[in-house]
């Protein structure tokens, strides 16, 4: 059964911390909610799966250099016998059950996908500030002005509150502005992901962003 939620994100003005306008974010559910975890799994699973890179790789005994040889005879020295220098059991020699190069890929639908985020940001209502476009107007990549924006509408930047920013796009000033800082993180509103949204504690949406994010998800 298809359900309507239609949020209410009040924009607030730098100059007053106040509540400026309202505007209204509808988004469309299409799902039942018993099954609204197991999708956030789903998509969750998928981007750290496709994040994994795989590169580990050892060689085994036919592909460690030298050992065509046999080091020496068969009976009579004393020794343990002995095939090649490129046995498992020799140091330098080739590596059994080792990692080898791997792809990991999981492919999940559209739709899907869209629908864990519509979970999430609404889920996320509670924690989320939408602001002026006074963010996208730094005009040099300065980490003391980007967090002097956010304080003036009275959002903790301590380290301990991971922060959430979303932009309509996503300048160099803002992302120079950012980047040293390890509790904020920056997206713009068409690359928005199941992790981000997940570890955060604080969402701050750029006025703009809102209008994007309302576009996208109401297909």
Excluded: C
């Excluded at 890929?105 to 509670?126: D, G, S, V």
């Amino acid at each position: 059964m298809n359900r309507t939620h239609k949020l209410n994100y009040s924009v607030i003005s730098s100059k007053t911390k106040n509540e400026k306008y309202n505007k209204e974010l509808t988004i469309n559910l299409a799902k039942k909610e018993k099954n609204h975890i197991y999708i956030i799994h789903q998509v969750l699973t998928q981007q750290l799966l496709n994040l994994k890179q795989g590169n580990a790789n050892t060689k085994t005994r036919n592909e460690v250099k030298g050992g065509g040889k046999k080091p020496w005879k068969q009976k009579g020295t004393g020794r343990a016998r002995a095939g090649s220098n490129r046995s498992p059991l020799w140091r330098g020699g080739g590596v059994i059950f080792g990692p080898r190069t791997k792809q990991y890929f999981k492919k999940i639908n559209r739709k899907e996908k869209q629908l864990a985020l519509k979970i999430l940001i609404e889920n996320k209502l509670r924690d989320t500030i939408t602001i002026e476009n006074s963010i996208e107007e730094l005009n040099e990549p300065s980490t003391k002005k980007f967090k002097n924006i956010l304080q003036n509408y009275n959002i903790n930047t301590k380290k301990h509150n991971n922060i959430l920013v979303i932009v309509s796009k996503k300048s160099r000033n803002l992302y120079l502005a950012t980047r040293n800082l390890k509790n904020i993180e920056l997206l713009a509103a068409n690359h928005l992901n199941i992790v981000s949204l997940i570890k955060t504690n604080q969402i701050i949406i750029d006025q703009n962003a809102l209008n994007i994010i309302n576009d996208i998800y109401n297909e």
